[in-house]
């Protein structure tokens, strides 16, 4: 029987572009009992309503206004709660140098509210969604990330040897997602203005909102408490997506923005690759010194000396690879001739 089966299950941040798509697969495809939407955009929420009613006898959602800076409406939330995904974050890098203090409240502060309120209600499982910023953190939105993965990790001391767990999921950019650089692209070609770029060599990684979903269904039944997953993604050039995304649209190189931005992103550093496996397409980065009973075994293949997955490290998408991903995460790119954006 599948974790969960018949599981009530909690997704802050439940209206981004992630906690939609995990609810829909969550209702259609994992036999969950019931599943809440907590979020503070109460829009959103009534979007996703229109969708997926909370009203009537087969209703299997709930929707709940709240903040995970909030601690309190976070406990009234997980009274009854099975598995909890902890999406909610502040994401944007080019903020890291106007509002860290924000970052710190929402993705670190946030994560540590998740946990006692997980810890208070006999949350079964937890599991945080992180981010390759967070490995050698350059900005405060990788180091409030950073920061956060550590706390999940010690959450599971904090449980006491009860079956309680918290472990997290760690990977790169979704295609298409609120705020994505495809989106930016759009507005360019819409305008009429050359398509922005920050440097011709940037790299990152990049994958579908499903795979993203898949990947975190996935750890939450392996998970035993303290793993932080990962999977081998995509390593794309931006300049690649770019010319599969809009082939005979100008574009202008912008340079680095402020806050923090790589030119290349890194999923597993070399003093990470040293506690971690490689099972097929995916990664496991394992405690280095749990001290709780979690009763694994560590699975797959030790990562050879001094190795990193990093996104300028080959082999990179081709163009055929990039528009399968394209067409996987149902991007339509944006004409000169077409009236509005068409995203998925």
């Given amino acids: 029987m599948s974790i969960w089966e018949d599981a009530t299950v909690l997704v802050t941040g439940g209206t981004g572009w992630f906690g939609r798509a995990f609810v829909e697969h969550a209702l259609s495809h994992l036999k969950v009992r019931s599943i809440r939407v907590v979020s ?10 229109q969708r997926w009613p909370d009203t009537g006898p087969d209703s299997r959602i709930r929707y709940l206004v709240g903040d995970v800076r909030d601690r309190d409406r976070l406990t ?12 909610a974050a502040l ?10 203090r924000e970052l710190l409240k929402t993705n670190t502060l946030g994560t540590a509210n998740v946990i006692d309120a997980a810890l208070d209600c006999g949350v079964r499982r937890t599991i945080f969604l992180s981010s390759d910023k967070a490995a050698l953190a350059t900005n405060a939105y990788g180091k409030s990330k950073a920061l956060a993965e550590d706390l999940i990790i010690e959450g599971n001391t904090l ?3 009860r079956d309680v767990r918290f472990s997290a999921v760690k990977y ?4 298409g997602s609120t705020g994505s650089v495809l989106h930016l692209w759009d507005a360019a070609v819409a305008a009429g203005r050359p398509i922005p770029l920050t440097d011709e060599r940037m790299t990152r990684f ?3 909102v499903n795979r993203a979903v898949g990947l975190v269904a996935w750890a939450v039944g392996f998970m035993r408490g ?16 770019l010319r599969v995304a809009h082939p005979d649209h100008p574009y202008r190189v912008l340079g680095e923005r402020p806050g923090g931005e790589k030119l290349h992103e890194t999923l597993i550093g070399e003093d990470e690759a040293r506690h971690a496996t490689e099972i097929p397409g995916r990664f496991i980065i394992w405690p280095q010194q749990p001290d709780w009973d979690a009763h694994y075994t560590r699975i797959g293949v030790p990562l050879p000396e001094g190795y990193a997955l990093t996104s300028n490290t080959p082999p990179f998408a081709g ?17 000169t001739q077409t009236e509005e954006r068409r995203v998925a």
């Fill in 40 to 49: 503070r955009d109460e829009h959103k929420q009534h979007a996703m309503r």
């Fill in 159 to 161: 449980a006491g040897g």
């Fill in 91 to 100: 994401k944007r890098v080019e903020g890291s140098s106007t509002h860290a």
């Fill in 172 to 175: 790169g950019n979704i295609l």
């Fill in 76 to 87: 009234r939330a997980m009274h009854g709660v099975d598995l909890c995904v902890h999406a």
């Fill in 206 to 208: 990049y994958m579908p």
């Fill in 226 to 241: 303290g793993e932080i997953f990962s999977a081998d993604m995509p390593r794309v050039r931006l300049l690649d997506l």
């Fill in 319 to 335: 163009a055929t690879q990039i528009q399968t991903l394209l067409d996987e995460a149902g991007y339509t790119p944006l004409t």
